[in-house]
């Protein structure tokens, strides 16, 4: 019976992933292909370099919850809990009360982004219902320029937020899906804006494998509609036309210039701007539970992660998390993201150290967690710590209450 139940996970597993696996080969995987980049020139880029910085709205890559990404972001399969909501909606089908999540990250250059979520289940526990806001502040920052490397006197700052709603659906008692629907705006230099609407999409097969349980799972993130900026700053006023290869000016007296024009007033035309993509992603992920008692489980997950706008990266984490009591536990993890996007060399081509951490370790991570019971309501301190080679580290820190 343990052979046959096996199997059938295996057989199960290896359709949905080849299933889901398709669009990954679609998108040029074998052949590192960037899809939608051609009008990007790509003289002096380096073979298997990313395209980071021509996406729009770049902020949506900050992950969200300090499990998943103390788990070295192999988290599309695990999630369970309220962060589903920015790793795969799917997730949000194991809540079983509702939950709310406050999540700070201590980002590069100072910057930081905060994240709201909520929550609940319905129709007794076959759907759940939620919502979400991140914002991503960016402070006054100096205006340089090539002649003004030290600054020129004048500031700027900007904002981007996304706001949506999630949805998440027991299609049968193995396998949820999920969704999010969310609106995009971003905002720099003076409100010179622009918005767009993007999807968060995905799935969880759950089975067991002796006697432990095993999931299998798809998402794909920020599937939407382009960003083109606009704004008043891009206003300018073009002028009449003037006397060009014996062509008249519009300036000439009728009575001597038979050719002459009504003089004509300055027109106001706004500068056109590129039309930016936002930074989609498309995921395949595992996770098993390697040991699991009363009160302690080791958890193992793994994930590839297909970028449009760098190659391919895979994830790698684990969990160990031990129950002191009842009503307190405590968890810690450890995870690797491997990005082939960057160079390990100390020093560029022209001779010059690089600034920041040591690449080698770029994508390692950490953290733990403490989680208290209430009877029917819990509280949950997450932090997690990572490392991102060049740009130094982040430190995300995440509170959920469960009620």
């Known amino acids: 019976m343990l052979r046959k139940k096996a199997a059938r996970a295996l057989l199960t597993a290896g359709a949905f992933l080849a299933f889901v696996a398709l669009p990954l080969f679609a998108q040029g995987i074998e052949r590192m292909e960037y899809t939608g980049l051609d009008k990007y020139p790509t003289q002096g880029r380096e073979q298997s370099s990313s395209f980071v910085g021509v996406r729009a709205a770049e902020f949506l890559t900050i992950p969200v919850g300090a499990r998943g990404i ?32 406050a999540n700070v990250v201590d980002y590069t250059m100072d910057l930081v982004y905060n ?12 759907a759940t219902v939620g919502g979400f806001f991140g914002y991503l502040d960016i402070p006054d920052e100096e205006v340089t320029s090539i002649t003004s490397p030290n600054g020129t006197g004048s500031f ?42 993007g999807i968060d999409a995905g799935g969880i097969y759950h089975s067991e494998f002796m006697d432990r349980e095993i999931r299998f799972a798809f998402a794909i993130q920020n599937l939407g509609t382009n960003i083109t900026m606009r704004g008043d700053n891009l206003r300018t ?24 024009m009504t003089k004509r007033s300055n027109r106001e035309v706004y500068r056109l701007t590129h039309t930016y993509r936002l930074p989609t992603s498309v995921k395949i992920a ?10 302690l489980n080791w958890l193992s997950s793994g994930e590839i992660w297909r970028n449009s706008s760098i190659p391919i990266s895979y994830s790698t984490g684990t969990e160990v998390t031990y129950s002191f009591t009842p009503y307190i536990s405590a968890a810690l993890r450890m ?25 080698v370790l770029r994508g390692l991570s950490l953290g733990g967690g403490v989680k208290r019971v209430f009877g029917s309501r819990f509280l949950e301190f997450n ?21």
């Open 237 to 260: 006023g073009v002028g009449p036309e003037t006397m060009t290869g014996g062509v008249p000016d519009g300036y000439g007296d009728y009575t001597t210039d038979p050719y002459a």
């Open 156 to 197: 700027y700052n900007a904002y981007d937020f996304q706001m949506g709603g999630s949805f998440a659906y027991h299609l049968s008692d193995r396998f949820i899906a999920g969704i999010s629907v969310k609106f995009i705006h971003q905002d720099v230099l003076n409100n010179i804006s622009g918005s767009a609407f």
């Open 383 to 403: 932090y997690a710590y990572r490392n991102k080679g060049r740009l130094s580290a982040d430190n995300f820190f995440t509170f959920k209450f469960g009620f």
């Open 286 to 295: 595992v996770a098993y539970n390697l040991y699991t008692t009363d009160k």
């Open 115 to 126: 994240y709201f979520a909520g929550a609940t289940p319905i129709a007794d526990g076959r």
């Open 335 to 359: 995870g690797w993201k491997i990005q082939t996007d960057e160079y390990n060399e100390d020093v560029d081509m022209m001779g010059y150290q690089y600034w920041g951490d040591d690449p």
């Open 70 to 101: 103390g788990m070295g972001s192999a988290y599309a399969a695990v999630c369970d809990d309220i962060t589903s909501i920015w790793w795969n909606p799917a997730g949000l089908g194991f809540l079983e009360n509702r939950e709310i999540m």
